[in-house]
């Protein structure tokens, strides 16, 4: 098996075993998910750092670590949020989280929307952007089985994540594939 095969066959693995705990009638627990995907993770990137070798090995599973990360958010951005409720806003509670050290990124505004739904489910939406004021309404896509959070109605896309992995992969593909140059001793 050829080293740049690696991050391809793994990110197809982590992919899969995320699909089955996001959407599979038989899934695991939490728990059970959480770590065998982290385990999963883990492996193959001693694998990948076995098979590569060295500095551009270590590196090199850095940038596959963060591509699986990035495959499991695609996963879950195709995860089915089967049910949609039409919920009120009872309150937002805003929160900012700042960024240390001098070149971070800004500070990110965290929405936390407590809601009165249907049914009692979901009670809370988490986003980054306001999705309606306290007395509001708002269209919330939820996943009955609870294995996914709620999204506001529209805004889950999983291009964001899969571009991310796909160049990330991308990269640690190009790293596994690239060869030593030999030294030529000067005549």
């Known amino acids: 098996m050829s080293a740049a095969a690696v991050p391809l066959l793994a990110a197809g693995a982590v992919y899969g075993w995320a699909h089955w705990c996001f959407t599979g009638t038989s899934a695991p627990s939490t728990g059970i998910a959480f770590a065998g995907g982290g385990t999963l993770i883990a492996l193959v990137c001693a694998v990948y750092w076995t098979v590569v070798e060295g500095t551009r090995g270590f590196f090199g599973a850095l940038v596959l670590a963060l591509a699986l990360l990035a495959t499991v958010a695609a996963a879950d951005r195709v995860a089915a949020r089967s049910e949609v409720a039409l919920c009120v806003v009872r309150a937002v509670d805003s929160t900012v989280q700042q960024s240390y050290g001098e070149g971070g990124p800004e500070p990110k505004t965290v929405h936390r929307h407590t809601l009165d739904c249907p ?21 919330v896509a939820y996943d009955p089985r609870r294995r996914v959070a709620p999204e506001v109605e529209g805004r889950t896309s999983p291009w964001a994540s899969t571009v991310c992995a796909l160049l990330l992969l991308g990269v640690a593909t190009v790293i596994a594939a690239s060869r030593r140059r030999a030294e030529v001793p000067d005549a």
């Open 119 to 139: 049914g009692g489910y979901p009670s809370e939406l988490k986003d980054d952007r306001r999705a309606a004021p306290a007395g509001g309404e708002v269209r």
